[in-house]
């Protein structure tokens, strides 16, 4: 008949390493999960404050918005946040990938609003992995360069690309016309 104390020393009984890698991956998980909503934040934070000083500087306003649990985006790797820039009809969204018992990356959506003689144009791009640093902390890494970047830089290149989707918007609207 077994007994508490039976399946205690069953337990203790089981390979230090197998229960050292277990308690591993279950601290990693969850400064996976951590980590990846702070890193979102962050970005969200940053765009908003970036947007705020664009519209100052050049009284152009782009959107920011964070949406946490996004279904439309549900079967993209476990996708749960995404940062959406938003400007005259074009986008960049950044949003987070995370499947189970890996780090974290953020990739770039980036979506072309239509005009006259073209669809909407949607292009995804590599952004960063979110890499540990020390117990709790982040460090993003470029993609595709797997360089050390910061979240000012990733959210600089989102910027960069609402920009030249923009661009790329008027340009092909005043050739068609």
Known sequence: MPTWAGLFRRIDDLDPLDRRAHSERTRF???????????????????RAKSRETQARTGV?????????????????????????????????????????????????????????????????????????????YQPISLPERVPTSVDAVVLRAFVLLFGAFESMTATHSVAV
């Open 61 to 137: 306003c782009v959107a920011v918005a964070l949406e946490e649990h996004a279904p439309s985006l549900s079967s993209f790797a476990g996708t749960r946040h995404v940062v959406s820039l938003a400007f005259a009809g074009s986008s960049v969204g950044l949003y987070a990938t995370r499947p189970a018992g890996e780090a974290p990356s953020v990739h770039m959506a980036c979506q072309r609003a239509a005009t006259t003689s073209r669809y909407p144009v949607l292009v995804t791009l590599p952004g960063c992995l979110v890499i540990r640093s020390g117990d709790f902390g």
């Open 29 to 47: 998980q969850e400064w996976a999960v951590s980590a990846e909503r702070r890193v979102m934040a962050d970005f969200a934070r940053v765009a």
